[in-house]
């Protein structure tokens, strides 16, 4: 029996072959409690974020499972034969599995991106083609990432930045051949979901367009026709060279 559409799915990074071994065999997942998304807690399903170490399915997300109980022990109950280990005593969430199962298609990553933790729902896990479809955002995000993938917009979302000097997430990232093209949303009253810090993105080579929740609703195809002038004076998607 399959999840209901709307049922909570954390997607998790795995980053060795052991803890996906782990997972098909013994049939459990850890999370440290400290880093577990507060609002995933207690999801009744669990996919996995593959990395390097996975080869042909690296960087996508290939397999998932039913999460069928979620309970607190330490790193040494999980692991008894590594009692030394420096966070022995460190509280994980150990997530008791069902069956590994692969899902229809893979969900790739097209640019390498860090990903720790995706929170979403089961009927974006089945139809999503990339993973920027997993991610949420608010409704005026989601207008606009419908209206990119209409027009053929390759674009990044909430894309972390880890350049010293502006740490921040970025709302839409586009990258384009003579640079990159930064969008945020801003909601009513003039706050952006993701911080920004202001005067840092020129001098790291960004084109930042900002777009506020009024602009988004009442004139959608002007803010479109602007991020396409703005990829269109950077030389075009850089997926296209």
Sequence with gaps: MEPDRYATVLVALINNRRDLEIAREQHWYRIPVRHAPPRAVGAPVLAFYQTAAFGAEKWAVNYWAEATAWDVVTRRQLLPDQPNHPRANQKYYRLALGELQRLPHPIPSRRWRRVTFIVTHWERLQE??????????????????????????????????????????????????????????????????????????????????????????????DCLAAVQRAIQERGGLASEA
Excluded at 190 to 197: C, D, I, M, N, V
């Design 128 to 221: 999503a083609a990339e993973i920027n479809d997993l991610l949420h955002g608010t409704i005026w995000e989601e207008r606009l990432w419908a209206a990119f993938r209409k027009a053929g917009i390759l674009a990044e979302r909430q894309y972390a930045m880890e350049e010293p000097r502006a740490p921040y997430t970025m709302d839409f990232a586009i990258f384009c051949r003579q640079g990159a093209v930064g969008v945020t949303c801003q909601e009513p009253g003039g706050a952006t979901a993701h911080s920004l810090p202001e005067g840092a993105l020129s001098d790291l080579g960004w084109l930042l367009l900002r777009f506020s929740a009024q602009q988004i609703e009442q004139a959608p195809a």
